[in-house]
């Protein structure tokens, strides 16, 4: 399985960005595609993944209200629309994802993208 991911940068406090990852090689229909960060100095933490199956999303406390998942009708290419912008967002921000047949836990993911950096300033 391969992941990509696109659309980091440098964007002020405040702002938008919409990081989207575009996934090939799955063999499954169903699974989980997420995204997590991780900050220079700290562990990785996850983010907000959505259960591509039922479309149900969740979140980290820390970006609730202004984060929202989402995949396109092919459940292969998902998007992490990022609102409200804050120094604290700043990290590097991976795509990741699991084949499985029920909702996953944060600690399941095992596929991985290389990462695309944000950073609020």
């Known amino acids: 399985v391969q992941l990509v991911e696109s659309g980091g940068g440098l964007v002020q406090p405040g702002g938008s960005l919409r990081l989207s990852c575009a996934a090939s090689g799955y063999t499954s229909k169903t699974k989980c595609m997420g995204w997590f960060r991780q900050a220079p100095g700290k562990e990785r933490e996850g983010v907000a993944f959505?259960?591509?199956?039922?479309?149900?999303?969740y979140y980290a406390d820390s970006v609730k209200g202004r984060f929202t998942v989402s995949q396109d009708s092919d459940k292969n290419t998902i998007h992490l629309q990022m609102n409200r912008l804050n120094p604290d967002d700043t990290a590097m921000y991976y795509c990741?994802?699991?084949?499985?047949?029920?909702?996953?836990?944060?600690?399941?993911?095992?596929?991985w993208g290389q990462g695309t950096q944000v950073t609020v300033s």
């Open positions: 959505i259960y591509t199956k039922g479309g149900n999303d």
């Open positions: 990741a994802g699991v084949e499985i047949d029920r909702l996953c836990r944060w600690t399941e993911f095992s596929y």
